[in-house]
């Protein structure tokens, strides 16, 4: 268990609709970071939040946006979702900070478009 | 420039073999390169790191060797178990935190 805690597990909508997922990082670390796991695309950066401001964005489309809130637990929105949509997303966390690269992923939330 | 290239994309090991996973990068401001392991319907898990300060890191039966100039690295596993077999990643990070991840190869281990 990474510390790290993802909510929901499973979710799926039909296309068009907007979810939102959460991520909880490990006590202490700042940073949070998002990614996408397809069959097709691997495991790609989506954006990363630390102690509540934008830190680095990745290939991140328009239609998502994330925020990281004060008490540090972070959500990303999808919206005007696409079937290509489908994956899994995972939230890392880590301390953040110069140097500090060691980043703990959650067990993810499986996301079907139909 | 951003790219990570991990190979082969399947492995299939004995028991007690060993299991060799090679990366490559491009990019020299990379500085950090770690592994990561994932098992089926879980995320991945931080296996071992290393930095381009050093050559080889070990810890238990897993070691990463790293060859800066070639900007290649390594993951090598030790008595391999079917316990292992799971889904291994590549990444290379630098001062942007970010990780760019290789393609992951999936390893199989038979008894």
């Known amino acids: 268990d990474s510390g790290v805690t993802q909510t929901p597990k499973h979710l799926i909508t039909a296309t068009g609709q907007r979810v939102t997922l959460r991520c909880s990082p490990r006590?202490?670390?700042?940073?949070v970071y998002w990614y996408q796991q397809s069959l097709d695309q691997g495991l790609q950066f989506l954006i990363q939040?630390?102690?509540?401001?934008?830190?680095a964005k990745g290939n991140i489309l328009e239609r998502f946006s994330a925020q990281q809130f004060p008490d540090l637990h972070s959500e990303l929105n999808l919206s005007s979702l696409e079937l290509g949509d489908s994956a899994l997303y995972f939230c890392?966390?880590?301390?953040?900070?110069?140097?500090?690269?060691?980043?703990?992923f959650g067990p993810g939330t499986r996301l079907t478009v139909t | 420039q951003q790219q990570v290239k991990q190979s082969p994309q399947s492995l299939i090991v004995q028991k007690g073999g060993i299991s060799i996973i090679n990366c490559a990068y491009e990019n020299t401001a990379f500085d950090y390169f770690p592994w990561y392991q994932q098992f089926p319907g879980k995320g991945p898990a931080l296996l071992i790191a290393?930095?381009?300060?050093?050559s080889e890191k070990k810890e238990g039966r897993f070691t990463i060797s790293f060859n800066k100039s070639a900007k290649q690295f390594s993951l090598h596993i030790m008595d391999s178990q079917p316990g292992d077999s799971a889904t291994y990643f590549c990444?290379?990070?630098?001062?942007?935190?970010?990780?760019?991840f290789g393609t992951g190869t999936l390893l199989a281990v038979q008894p």
């Open positions: 890392a966390s880590s301390p953040g900070g110069a140097g500090l690269y060691e980043q703990y």
């Open positions: 290393i930095r381009p300060d050093v």
């Open positions: 990444a290379a990070g630098g001062a942007t935190n970010k990780l760019i």
């Open positions: 006590s202490g670390d700042l940073s």
């Open positions: 939040y630390y102690n509540g401001e934008e830190r």
